[in-house]
């Protein structure tokens, strides 16, 4: 059965330093692996995905990055964090290319930017 | 452009009524439609999807949804509800013609059923 990880679970950094949440997923190839952050709230915003190794399309500009180095991992990464980084981050994957497929998340890593 | 809004913020109900949580959509063409519930702190577990076929379609956890092309929705309803169905609910929308990948979500909405 297919299964997605996602470390830390929770992360309190300053505002300034660096950032590198990791996402892998089992039992599946060729993902379509997907970032997401939600803010205090409710809404999802979508930061990048991707369809392939080294794809990786960014969906809003920022002061985050992404990274695809091997077919089933997903790194985002920031330079120097800011408060407004702060949030609750997803990755998700799905298959397939025709859009039916539904979405799995992984458990979520909470970050606290001080 | 697609679209998905959910037009309440929260749905309170109490235990063992129907509930029903709203969801419109907007899409060029044909929709792909979904549903997925957030419990505190954890990640997004899919509920239900309409693809093609049936206007009703069953999920997991005795939810269903029905799809309304006329009226452009895809409300998820519970015959009976259950305390433990207290969560986030999300609507999402994929536009067959716009693209494969990137689904565009609603805002969520928060039931809460009461004992």
């Known amino acids: 059965s297919q299964t997605i990880h996602q470390w830390p679970a929770t992360l309190v950094q300053p505002v300034g330093s660096p950032l590198s949440l990791e996402c892998t997923v089992e039992g599946t190839s060729n993902p379509n692996l997907y970032w997401y952050r939600q803010a205090a709230g409710r809404g999802l915003q979508l930061l990048f995905y991707?369809?392939?190794?080294?794809?990786i399309s960014s969906e809003v500009p920022q002061n985050l990055s992404a990274s695809r180095p091997q077919d089933r991992q997903f790194i985002l990464s920031s330079k120097k964090l800011l408060l407004s980084d702060s949030g609750f981050y997803l990755c998700a994957w799905s298959v397939g290319s025709g859009g039916a497929n539904e979405q799995f998340f992984g458990p979520g890593t909470r970050l606290t930017v001080l | 452009a697609q679209s998905v809004a959910q037009p309440e913020d929260q749905v309170n109900v109490a235990e063992g009524n129907p509930l029903t949580v709203k969801c419109t959509y907007s899409v060029s063409g044909n929709p792909y439609l979904f549903w997925y519930v957030q419990y505190p702190n954890r990640g997004l577990q899919f509920l239900l999807k309409?693809?093609?076929?049936?206007?009703l379609v069953k999920g997991s956890y005795g939810f269903e949804a029905e799809f309304n092309k006329s009226q452009t929705s895809f409300h998820l309803k519970k015959p009976s509800a259950l305390v433990s169905d207290s969560a986030l609910y999300f609507c999402?929308?994929?536009?067959?013609?716009?693209?494969?990948?990137?689904?565009?979500f609603g805002r969520g909405t928060s039931l809460i059923v009461h004992p």
């Open positions: 991707s369809v392939g190794i080294g794809q």
């Open positions: 309409y693809i093609t076929g049936d206007n």
């Open positions: 999402a929308v994929r536009d067959i013609m716009r693209g494969s990948y990137i689904p565009t």
